[in-house]
């Protein structure tokens, strides 16, 4: 529980989500125990329906590749035939590639999405920019944007449906008409099939939460964005629907420039 990469505007602290995390990075050992029984009973009931993991947590923390807690749950999905999307910012994932393609081979599919979806595994890297000294500033432990886009090169050319979810955007710093063009771009020539654009949220007023350490590094390396990000923000914890609405329309349009799905699945 909790992560190493110590994203600043990650949305588990301060959140709900993040109310019993312990302060120090933990693992959930027995994770592959508790996965089993409830895949076995789901299966028996033939409810095989998508299973989402790294949406609070990356699943291939730099501590994965001694632990395999990952590649445990991955075999158990794999028993069962379930289908997975996977979201991670980590190279580490390459390593599980044998297992991935097995799953992705053999899932059962909801009866619904079988006319829209062929494969059983979908890898969403994630990204809220592709300029490296951003990355670097607000995502300090994880690996580098281009060593991401690279790592779905190689899964794509390995046949798997992959993309990025370009989440969180950060508002007046990657999510202007030109930063999105240069992001999407690239997912495009790094054989990306979608983009999946997110808003930043900030929770929390103590000292760790991520609204308080999101401004505290707005401070020091972008104090004139503070006034201009406080404003679509106001007293909420998400941006404007205003706000919401024209980056939605942006990253449709530049994707269907780039000739790339702004969802994970055409209809």
Not at 128 to 149: C, G, H, Q, Y
Not at 152 to 161: A, D, I
């Amino acid at each position: 529980m909790g992560c190493s990469f110590n994203c600043v505007y990650c949305y588990i602290h301060g959140s709900k989500y993040g109310e019993h995390i312990p302060s120090q990075l933990t693992a959930k050992i027995n994770a592959p125990e508790i996965l089993y029984r409830q895949l076995k009973n789901r299966a028996r009931k033939k409810e095989h329906g998508i299973i989402a993991l790294g949406s609070a947590t990356d699943p291939y923390l730099p501590q994965e590749e001694n632990l395999k807690i990952t590649r445990e749950l991955l075999k158990i999905i794999h028993r069962f035939h379930f289908p997975l999307n996977l979201f991670t910012k980590s190279t580490l994932i390459f390593r599980d590639l044998e297992i991935l393609k097995k799953i992705d081979n053999s899932a059962h599919l909801p009866p619904d999405l079988m006319p829209h979806l062929k494969q059983g595994v979908i890898i969403s890297f994630s990204f809220s920019t592709v300029n490296e000294k951003i990355a670097a500033i607000f995502e300090p432990d994880a690996p580098s944007p281009w060593e991401r886009l690279e790592t779905m090169q190689k899964f794509k050319e390995e046949g798997f449906l992959t993309g990025a979810c370009l989440m969180p955007l950060l508002p007046f710093i990657s999510d202007s008409e030109d930063q999105l063009d240069i992001m999407i771009k690239s997912v495009k020539e790094y054989g990306g099939d979608f983009v999946i654009p997110g808003a930043l949220t900030l929770f929390g007023d103590k000292p760790h939460d991520c609204r308080v350490r999101y401004y505290e590094v707005l401070e020091e390396y972008f104090p004139e964005l503070i006034p201009k990000t406080r404003s679509i923000f106001k007293s909420k914890s998400y941006p404007s629907s205003k706000y919401q609405i024209k980056i939605y329309n942006m990253v449709a349009d530049i994707a269907k420039k780039h000739r790339i799905r702004n969802k994970i699945i055409s209809e």
